[in-house]
């Protein structure tokens, strides 16, 4: 994929560029920075309805990637780790903006907020993302690709129909058929509750 930095066009290898910065290079940082800003911004905006707000929270998430990059896995799209991670943020954000403005929630969910702030986050993200990796894994090899590009690396579906040589109808559809089959998994191979909790997280950036 070429993307452009500086006015010159370079040629973009995700796992390239994940590599770099795990090893600590900012250039390729940089470059991943560039490619999914805005479509991590985009599900941060759905969320927060705050432009300022969201922007803040997309600089914490790519912080939070820079902070956690030897944890990366170097062999497949960060995409998911971001979205996730966004989504996460974002569902803080919202919670601590209710919390300042109705003092009373306060004391009614002082239980809540202190298990919540004990717990690991980045195991929360690590289960989410997890559980949504095996529901994809189950997808045939079409629907697959195609979710995986739209979802975890962020093309446009019509980017997606050129490269993959397909009609943007057959984008859409295999989107489409992904997202029932990947909501069905998780119902059928989860209790009904988490397997509610888990489609509730993922809804946002990912079946929608």
Not at 77 to 92: A, D, H, I, T
Not at 156 to 185: C, F, H, P, T, W
Not at 195 to 205: D, G, N, R, V
Request: charged share 25%; glycine share 4%; net charge neutral.
């Amino acid at each position: 994929m070429m993307i452009n930095q500086g006015g010159n066009s370079i040629e973009f290898n995700e796992l390239e560029a994940i590599q770099g910065m795990v090893n600590g290079d900012i250039s390729s940082f940089n470059l991943l920075y560039n490619h999914y800003n805005r479509t991590v911004h985009a599900n941060i905006l759905k969320l927060i309805k705050c432009p300022h707000s969201s922007a803040e929270i997309l600089q914490d998430v790519f912080v939070a990637l820079w902070q956690n990059r030897h944890k990366i896995c170097t062999e497949k799209s960060v995409g998911g780790w971001l979205f996730v991670v966004s989504y996460n943020k974002s569902l803080n954000a919202l919670k601590n903006n209710l919390k300042g403005s109705i003092s009373y929630l306060e004391e009614l969910n002082k239980e809540f907020v202190d298990e919540t702030e004990t717990t690991d986050f980045e195991v929360q993200y690590q289960v989410q993302l997890k559980v949504l990796d095996e529901a994809v894994s189950y997808l045939p090899a079409r629907k697959k690709e195609v979710f995986k590009l739209c979802r975890f690396e962020g093309r446009s579906k019509e980017e997606v129909a050129l490269a993959m040589g397909i009609s943007l109808q057959s984008v859409n559809d295999y989107l489409k058929q992904a997202n029932q089959a990947i909501r069905k998994y998780i119902l059928n191979r989860y209790p009904e509750q988490i397997a509610k909790y888990i489609l509730i997280i993922l809804s946002s950036a990912f079946l929608k």
